[in-house]
């Protein structure tokens, strides 16, 4: 499961779809695996503004890579730095959770992630 999907992830719980602490959810024991892809930086300078830059610093620091800015770039102050074009496709894109598990902060659920693929099925209390 690629980190930048952990950016459109929240709890399926039905009592989590009104909570705002159900988003993002939170990578535990995440066992991490990088692919080594080549840069594309229009795909990342295009997919910038669809992200929640809150929820994103949130997964970075929790998966103990550097801080994000405060607020996200441009698309034009990307389009002329490099290096944070390097660091967006190395966190978002090679950089995916192999086995582990999603938490939901609101009510606790955890997600296990096999071979890179969550599962989303709820246990019957929580549907």
């Not at 499961?1 to 602490?21: E, H, I, Q, R």
């Not at 959810?25 to 809150?54: G, T, Y």
Request: glycine letters at 4%; aromatic letters at 4%.
């Amino acid at each position: 499961m690629k980190v930048l999907s952990l950016n459109f992830l929240t709890c399926a719980a039905k009592a989590c779809k009104s909570s705002s602490t159900s988003f993002p959810l939170h990578p535990k024991d995440a066992e991490l695996v990088q692919d080594d892809l080549e840069v594309n930086p229009e795909m990342l300078i295009n997919v910038l503004p669809r992200l929640d830059w809150a929820a994103l610093r949130t997964t970075s620091s929790e998966l103990g890579f550097p801080q994000l800015p405060e607020q996200p770039p441009t698309q034009e102050e990307l389009r002329g730095d490099e290096k944070m074009i390097k660091d967006l496709h190395h966190l978002l894109v090679e950089t995916q959770i192999s086995e582990g598990q999603l938490v939901c902060e609101n009510c606790g659920h955890a997600y296990p992630i096999k071979e890179g693929i969550a599962n989303f099925l709820l246990p019957s209390h929580l549907v």
